[in-house]
């Protein structure tokens, strides 16, 4: 039973659902005033059915009016002639004639009181129809402006939604930019602080201190073969050692001479 219930819950809630979704105010509103246009028309038509009613009971009067001037004049020279038993017959039915002309009064009076409350009702019901008609309008009218409304937020909202992602484009593009300029300047330095010769010296497996004992010994390596030039050479004249040492000197005073 609560499963049938729940079940029973759930597919009206759906079927609410898609209701809502189908449904258009507008629709509702124009199905509306027609039904009370209806409402009226129907209304209209049971004035007109009553006073066709009435019209032939007014009819029916007519002749059994005729009847009873017909019968009192007929008793009455009945009467007049000795006749009293015809008289009375002719009263008698003057008096049924008068009571069927009473019974029709009253189905005037009848149908009368009914066509004034029926006429009373649609002058009503013809205010609130043209006061719905009226409100419809203007409901419908806000209905559409809202439809409006909603559509150009929506709208508003999807450039929003644009924007944004184009400006977070936008935000990563300028940090690529400042990680590439980064990058560049630091290639630079290491460019001008002579990185990549260093770098480019790993290829051989050798380090800072391997340079610098190839250096020692490439020095050393001189100095041993300047001693060697001095033993084939033999000793050095003084005289030989002063001129050279004069040249030295004047050698080294040319380039202050013409600086100066």
């Given at each position: 039973m609560a499963l049938g219930r729940r079940m029973s819950t759930v597919v009206k809630a759906k079927i609410s659902r898609l209701l809502d979704k189908a449904e258009r105010p507008s629709e509702i509103l124009d199905y509306g005033y027609v039904k009370q246009v209806e409402n009226l028309y129907n209304l209209k038509r049971g004035i007109a059915d009553v006073v066709t009613a009435k019209r032939r009971v007014q009819r029916q009067q007519q002749p059994l009016?005729?009847?009873?001037?017909?019968?009192?004049?007929?008793?009455?020279?009945?009467?007049?002639?000795?006749?009293?038993?015809?008289?009375?017959?002719?009263?008698?039915?003057?008096?049924l004639a008068q009571g069927e002309l009473q019974s029709l009064d009253r189905q005037v009076g009848e149908l009368e009181d009914q066509q004034q409350k029926l006429i009373d009702s649609e002058q009503k019901l013809r205010a609130k129809v043209e006061a719905f008609r009226t409100r419809k309008e203007v409901v419908k009218a806000q209905h559409s402006a809202a439809e409006a409304q909603v559509r150009i937020s929506e709208a508003a909202s999807g450039v929003g939604s644009q924007m944004a992602d184009v400006g977070m484009a936008l935000q990563r593009a300028i940090e690529k930019t400042e990680s590439l300029q980064a990058r560049a300047s630091a290639v630079q330095e290491l460019e001008a602080a002579g990185t990549f010769d260093d770098?480019?010296?790993?290829?051989?497996?050798?380090?800072?201190?391997?340079?610098?004992?190839?250096?020692?010994?490439?020095?050393?390596?001189?100095?041993?073969?300047?001693?060697?030039?001095?033993v084939e050479l033999g000793p050095i004249p003084p005289s030989a050692l002063i001129s050279a040492h004069s040249q030295a000197l004047q050698a080294g005073d040319s380039p202050r001479t013409a600086n100066q």
């Open positions: 009016q005729q009847k009873v001037v017909k019968l009192d004049t007929q008793a009455r020279q009945a009467l007049a002639t000795g006749q009293e038993d015809l008289a009375r017959t002719a009263l008698e039915r003057k008096q770098l480019t010296a790993l290829g051989s497996g050798k380090d800072d201190i391997d340079r610098q004992l190839e250096q020692i010994g490439a020095l050393g390596a001189v100095d041993d073969e300047v001693a060697k030039m001095k």
